[in-house]
DNA sequence: CGAACGATTAGCT
DNA sequence: GCTAATCGTTCGA
């Protein structure tokens, strides 16, 4: 597997440009997963975000250091994996929303219940369930076990859209994807915009 | 202490 | 498309 550790200092910047950064980069968790094709950028001054209110014993992670795992429980049932980003102390974090499977393809399909590789990362709780995501992970570092982050490699377009899901600052473009992609959780609209390489 | 509400998914119409 | 499932977190009384 090519490409160069992300270390916690590549998380330094803010969210919506980590995000893209993001787009394309490995993420493996105990050997297991894939790359990145799908995020969504949160961060404090962001009325969708978790950490818009402030730190509480749920979010704490996303005020702690950079390059650190975010973990949350949703909708009582699926685990979501965040990266967070920005200095200590922000409340920013990015959803990985969608991965392509690459690594421990049957690892994934024993815990996801099912064999279409287009079903086993394509949404955050997918993702959550496919990589063994659980609450013992919320404030790891991803430069350490069982976390693996590798820098992208290629240099394909990135599309930007509204965020999924959400009720709150519905209108803004965070939402990123790796163009083209057959993983993501969704197609991006028409119009979305496309961020050359 | 009670109640409302999700950064979702799967399954059915 | 629509909705049930399911429960921890958060906020108001």
Partial sequence: MKGTQLHPDDFLGDSQSV?????????????????IVETEAYDREDAAS?????????????????????VYRSYGIHWCLNFVCREDGHGAGILIRAIEPLQGLDRMRERRGLDDVKLLCSGPGRVGQALGITRELDGCRLDRKP???????????????PRIGI????????RYGLAGSRFLSRPFSRDAVIIPP
């Fill in 19 to 35: 995000a893209q950064l993001l787009i394309g980069a490995v993420l493996l968790v105990d050997g297991v997963g894939g790359r």
């Fill in 50 to 70: 978790h950490s818009f209110s402030g730190p509480t014993p749920r979010n704490r992670a996303m005020f702690g250091p950079p390059g650190h795992a975010y």
């Fill in 167 to 174: 009720t709150k600052a519905a209108d803004v473009p965070w």
């Fill in 147 to 161: 976390f693996k982050v590798l820098a992208r490699t290629g240099d394909e377009a990135i599309v930007a859209g």
